[in-house]
Nanobody
Framework: QVAPVESGGGLVPAGGSLRLSCAAS????????TGWFRQAPGKEPEFVAA????????YYADSVKGRFTVSRDNAKNTMYLQMNSLKAEDTAVYYC??????????????????WGQGTQVTVSS
């Protein structure tokens, strides 16, 4: 498996928006659930959102529900994370990952086999 590549991070004021992308060169990307995780300085990595292989099922952490939207375009082997109403506490390195399953409600990182290098999101208060 080739690791996916994240892009779209940056510096944004509180209340602003960003759209992250996760692109994979491996066509198997479209066959599995994919997800977003983040890690803030000094904190453990945490689940953010995930979307099933077909795009029908979406899962969100309570902290981002209603503000973030995960989507995917399987024709482009790409997943997106639209982040609105950003808060300072959203500041973190965001990682995308490919699951070992078509869909799963598990938020455990061990469910994900292939990880990107991450993209920094900084929200200024």
């Amino acid at each position: 498996q080739v690791a996916p590549v994240e892009s779209g991070g940056g510096l944004v004021p509180a209340g602003g928006s960003l759209r992250l992308s996760c692109a994979a060169s491996d066509r198997t990307f479209r066959n599995y659930q994919t997800g977003w995780f983040r890690q803030a300085p000094g904190k453990e990595p945490e689940f953010v959102a995930a979307i099933s292989a077909s795009g029908i099922r979406e899962y969100y952490a309570d902290s981002v529900k209603g503000r973030f939207t995960v989507s995917r375009d399987n024709a482009k082997n790409t997943m997106y994370l639209q982040m609105n109403s950003l808060k300072a506490e959203d500041t973190a390195v965001y990682y995308c990952a490919q699951s070992r399953r078509v869909y799963t409600s598990s938020r455990n990182r061990s469910e994900y086999a292939s990880w990107g290098q991450g993209t920094q999101v900084t929200v200024s208060s």
